[in-house]
């Protein structure tokens, strides 16, 4: 007791917390006790002086605060809450007592018999306009306690409750208070007979909305716009009685908002339909619906248009809701929807006019209300639009009436989505009509997109179709195919669109009708050089095929006519004089078979793996009986082939089991090494076994040293369990990589060697130890430093080291930065180092060979890893002016890395790389520049004003990209075009003062860019003109 | 919102896809070199500035009174637009003969080519003789340098225009 009233003196004295937490900690341990606390603050809770008996509810309050629940008894309990209430009288008091009593109503000793008394205190003395706003927010928090746990005794007071509480309540203006106010009132509105007090709770309810609050900065409670929203919608939906009152209200706000009142409006109106009853909805329908109908016709803007359209939706919904059981079902439909389908359907007569759009829009959304409403409507507009369709004496509007018919037909379809398997559906009763007037719909080339349209939507309608019907449609559509060669230009993708579609439906539709005609019209020699129109159309056939053709069994007849067709071009009975057309065609065909193995691959499909036994060979035997035996220089000898063929057996190994992959591999080993070719090809052309099939061997062609590029594809997929069929893996590396200096006399051997080495190096690098340790010494100085060499040799060299160094960074391997310090070593070097720098680029950046699809070891956070490591030092390098070579070099690795990693890496370094990178656009190589300045476009993405890494430099910036812009200083196009886009993005990015003194020059400066003579150059100057208009209102 | 609507319900056109005539042009023989094709740094042809290109740049303002572009309610084409050396006559067809806006339809034009077009055109832009009440003096509005100028000082007529011409970078992009 001593200590008690000791510290409440000093407490009295020095206000601290100190004292506060030590009586609670005392009460804790039970050397005192609240009551305790009150006989010690005696004196001064009734002193005269008006301060001191603040402070000492103050104290008491505080304490209760810290004290633990269970030392409060029920008894004390009583004692305070009367206590409390008394001080509420005494102005003075009146804050730390509210504190008191939000602190003791939310204990569980407080119960019942406590409530009444404090609840009428509150009402009685409080006066909530006399209260600062974190006060009136302990009242409502007070109320709030008892509504959530003692609910029934107010529900007992009801009306003296209710009217008391209104009082309290009117006028509260802070938007934290109003969230508590608003689950209030939603209580009361929802539990409480309120018959009598309807509009007085209206009144502190509706005089809310729309709610226009906006947050301001900084604001400490972070209340938001849409929280205040959606709790004051829970009131206003929580009683029909409202129903009569707020609706005109809603309509007021409705016509007079602005987009967003509109929207919040509509989407309570929504909300409170279901709730404010049908009754209701109907006596108001006419008044609601020339409301919306603005909004629908004369929409300010598509989002409230949508929510316009859903809200009608609703309002339709509640005003039938009664009779959608189906019972009703052949009842007339009388009311408002009856009205609004006449009304729509008499607008749907000018098919070709903007409202017919939003007409149609209204029945579409009929469509999904209830099912009656919904059949109604499409008993109404099918039969109504099929008529305007027939018009004898108005074909013209045609292709809009299809238009229309297309998005109800679509609408009808989502609609039967949602319902449950086995429904009927809407559409059947209309689809023998709707397939006839397609069917000539689609005879007319104007009208046939919007045909196609309605066609989609009816074959992707569930249990709408019969099988016959669909062969109908996809022989109407082959008639097109067949009669207007030329429109497919036009209409090929909506018609590849729907037959892809029937493909998943029955394919044997396609299979026989439309494949063969598709793959006839593919002729079987090349077109000419100048016949640029055949050509297009060939691509657009095999567009069309590669898309039709993924499911399996259409698949295999793809290959098979597709693998014939190229035997054909590839080995012609008599050679064109030009060989590049038909060199081309042959790529064409194998690109498209690449594509679409690699679709179908992505999508799981499991039949890829079986063109093992079947494409591959073929493959195979197709490049090597071209190299080695056939007696003409055959097109398949054409690089550009053998790396799409090459592509193609990557995608096919890569999706075999391991095992396969194993006996599939001894084989290619066998074929290469030891020239057993068999196993590996099969076709038709007769390979004369005598034959020396060396591809690695000393006397060989070109086109024979083109095959290792097969080889490397197959290799490439290979999982990381699948061990080498050699006697030692790293003497096999050496051999290859030895190989790609000496004997490769062209980038796709090359290429194809070190891209497998490093696959290799990749998975397999225990295998490969010897090598990749014997590199670092021997083949670093032999091939690389060694300046006897051929500086092309040097080169290659140098690029074969960068592919194994991206094998081992990636999987993040011990000797991987062993690799990279050596290419800062030749920085000095002049005739390598650019080769070098740029490989920083290329280990970091991306690619389709080291890939989880072709089972490489990827360490996650790689790229991360080794930016963070290096960037620092090549940002050292590229500052340190000593030594201009090694400078320029630093600042080529940087552009080339920078440019390839992602951005997070970077980014938050960007006001130091800034003034490099703008050193960089100097360099005089224009790949480089290109790259620069992509690296600042991709900076500038999802940037703003506020937060602009470039600010401080945009002058420079802006100088720099002008100069890159203009023809006479900048020959190349892509150049051009970047700087055009990043000055186009300038304004968006900086803050219009730093920019708005460059405006009158930018702006000339890029008059001349307009003038450019590249359309693409001259597109991007209006762009970036046209944003720099804008700059500054 | 504009207190009068002088066409509240105007005829919407289909239009054509963007500028795919030009596509068919193409002149490599490869498939995959499609898509570089039009960035050719070696090819030092001129592409002058054509009909396409100048309705390229106009198709898709929007109406100041509906939510179209005036391709769709065909207020400007592509044959109502020609060019002789370095002056460009561009006609327009107001929906109606007794539009209000089309002084503003005429000047969201204007505005949309003084800054798209190099400096050494000139433009002249009229409604299509006969398509509307007061076409002389639309013609004249539209035409005087000086009277161009004074509208453009009004902030008001700006942000409407500037609200028209919004769009108009979608151009020449097929999607």
Known sequence: ?1033 | MPGEVFNPNPTIFRTEKPSSSRLAQKRSLWIDEEENTDIDEDNDDVEAIDQDEVFDLIRYISDPEHPNTLEELRVVSAPQITISGNLIKVEFTPTVPHCGMSTVIGLSIRVRLLRSLPSRFKVDIVVKPGSHQSEHAVNKQLNDKERVAAALENPLLVKTLEGSLEETNRRGRTD
Not at chain 1, 530 to 546: I, Y
């Open chain 1, 1 to 1033: 007791m001593e200590s008690t009233e000791r510290l409440v003196r000093t407490w009295m004295a020095s206000g601290r917390d100190e004292e506060v937490r030590e009586t609670a900690s005392e009460i804790a341990n039970g050397k005192t006790t609240l009551l305790n606390v009150v006989k010690a603050l005696g004196e001064y809770l009734t002193s005269e002086e008006d301060g001191v008996r603040t402070k000492g509810v103050e104290f008491l309050s505080s304490v209760l605060k810290l004290c633990p629940p269970e030392k409060l008894n029920r008894q004390s309990a009583r004692v305070l809450a009367k206590f409390y209430c008394s001080k509420l009288e005494d102005f003075d008091t009146i804050i730390p007592a509210l504190k008191g009593l939000d602190t003791l109503t939310a204990l569980p000793s407080f119960t019942e018999e406590d409530v009444l008394d404090t609840v009428n205190a509150i009402f009685k003395h409080v006066r909530m306009k006399a209260l600062a706003q974190n006060n009136r927010f302990l009242v409502f928090t007070i109320i709030d306690t008892l509504m959530a746990r003692h609910r029934d005794v107010m529900k007992n007071m009801n009306d003296s409750f209710i009217s008391q509480y209104v009082v309290l309540a009117e006028g509260e203006k802070d938007p934290r208070n109003l969230l508590v106010a608003f689950a209030i009132a939603r209580v009361v509105l929802i539990e409480f007979d309120i018959a009598d007090f309807v509009e007085s709770l209206h009144d502190i309810v509706f005089c809310y909305f729309p709610i226009m609050f906006r947050p301001p900065p900084n604001d400490p409670y972070g209340i938001t716009t849409e929280e205040l929203r959606l709790a004051l919608r829970r009131c206003l939906c929580a009683t029909p009685l409202f129903g009569p009152l707020t609706l005109p209200g809603f309509l007021e706000k409705l016509i007079a908002g602005s987009p967003a009142v509109k929207q919040d409006t509509l989407e309570t109106m929504s909300e409170c339909f279901p709730v404010y009853g049908s009754a209701l909805a109907q006596s108001n329908a006419r008044k609601l619906w020339n409301a919306l109908k603005l909004e629908i016709f004369q929409p300010t803007d598509p989002v409230t248009e949508a929510k316009a359209l859903t809200t009608t939706q609703d309002l339709v919904k509640t005003i039938y809701s009664d009779n959608s059981d189906g019972q009703a079902e052949d009842q007339e439909i009388e009311g408002l929807a009856k009205d609004v389908c006449e009304e729509c359907i008499t607008i749907l007569r000018e098919p070709d006019k903007s409202q017919a759009k939003s007409a149609i829009k209204v029945l579409c959304a009929f469509t999904s209300t209830t099912p009656a409403i919904s059949r109604y409507t499409l008993s109404q507009t099918v039969p109504h639009l099929i008529g305007l369709f027939t018009r004898p004496d108005d074909t013209s509007s045609r292709p809009s009436v299809l238009l229309l018919l297309s998005d109800l037909i679509s609408a009808a379809r989502d609609d039967c989505m949602e319902k449950a398997e086995g429904s009927e559906v809407a559409l059947t009763p209309y689809k023998d009509e709707l397939l006839g007037i397609l069917s000539s719909g689609l005879k007319t080339p104007s009208s046939r997109q919007p045909t196609l349209a309605c066609l989609l939507g009816l074959v992707s309608t569930k249990n709408l179709l019969s099988v016959e019907e669909i062969g109908f449609i996809v022989h109407n559509i082959n008639e097109i195919l067949e009669s207007d060669p030329q429109d497919i230009d036009d209409s090929s993708s909506p018609i590849i669109k729907l037959l892809s579609s029937i493909t998943a439906l029955s394919p044997h539709h396609i299979r026989e009708q439309t494949l063969p005609l598709l793959f006839g019209s593919l002729p079987d020699r090349a077109p000419e050089r100048n016949a640029a129109a055949d050509r297009v159309k060939l691509w657009r056939t095999l567009s069309a095929l590669s898309t039709l053709c993924t499911e399996p069994e259409l698949f295999e007849t793809f290959v098979i006519r597709l693998l014939t067709k190229l035997d054909l071009l590839c080995f012609p009975a008599m050679a064109d004089a030009d060989k590049e057309p038909a060199a081309a065609y042959a790529h064409s065909i194998l690109t498209t078979i690449y594509q679409t193995v690699l679709a179908k691959a992505e999508d799981g499909h499991a039949d890829v793996p079986k063109y093992i036994e079947s494409l591959v060979p073929r493959l195979f035997h197709l490049f090597i009986y071209s190299a080695f035996a056939f007696d003409n220089d055959s097109v398949a000898n054409d690089p550009k082939l053998v790396a799409t063929g090459g592509h193609i057996i990557t995608v096919i190994v890569r999706s075999l089991t391991q095992q396969r992959q194993e006996s599939y591999e001894s084989d290619l080993f066998s074929a290469y090494m030891d020239g057993n070719f068999k196993n590996i090809t099969e076709g038709q052309q007769k390979i004369p076994p005598s034959i020396s099939f060396r591809p690695f061997g000393n006397s060989t062609t070109p086109a024979q040293r083109n095959i290792v590029s097969l080889f490397s594809a197959a290799i490439i997929g290979l999982r990381k369990e699948v061990k080498l069929p050699v006697s030692d893996t790293s003497v096999f590396l050496t051999d290859m990589l030895d190989w790609s200096l000496s004997k490769a006399d062209n980038d796709l051997q090359r290429t194809a060697v070190w891209q497998a080495i490093s696959s290799i190096s990749n998975k397999r690098a225990e295998d490969a130890l010897t090598f990749l340790q014997a590199n670092l010494e021997a083949f670093w100085s032999n091939k690389i430093v060694d300046h006897s060499l051929s500086s092309e040799t040097r080169e290659h060299a140098v690029k074969g080291w960068i592919w194994i160094s991206k094998a081992l960074v990636v999987s993040n391997h011990t000797m991987s930065s062993s690799y990279t310090e050596r290419l800062f070593e030749v920085f000095s070097d002049e005739s390598i180092n650019w080769v070098a720098a740029k490989g920083f680029g290329d280990i970091v950046s991306t690619n389709d060979i080291l890939t989880k699809q072709n089972h490489a070891i990827i360490k996650l956070l790689y790229a991360q890893k080794f930016v963070t490591k290096l960037l620092p030092r090549i940002v050292d390098g590229a500052k340190d002016s000593s030594k201009p070579q090694e400078q320029v070099a630093h600042l080529v690795a940087l552009t080339s890395l920078i440019s390839s990693a992602p951005k997070a890496l970077y980014s938050h370094k960007m006001s130091e790389l800034i003034p490099l990178l703008i050193r960089g656009l100097d360099l005089p190589e224009n790949a480089i520049r290109v790259k620069v300045i992509d690296t600042f476009l991709a900076v500038a993405e999802g940037g703003s004003p506020d937060k602009s890494l470039v600010s401080e430099h945009a002058p420079s910036l802006v100088n720099t990209m002008l100069k890159n812009s203009l023809l006479q200083e900048m020959p190349s196009v892509k150049v051009r075009i970047s700087a055009l886009k990043y000055l186009g993005v300038i304004p968006d990015i900086v803050r219009s003062d730093v920019l708005l003194p460059l405006k009158v020059h930018v702006i000339k400066e890029l008059d001349k860019a307009l003038d450019d003579p590249k359309r693409l150059v001259r597109k991007e100057a209006v762009d970036a003109r046209t944003s720099w208009f804008k700059l500054g209102g």
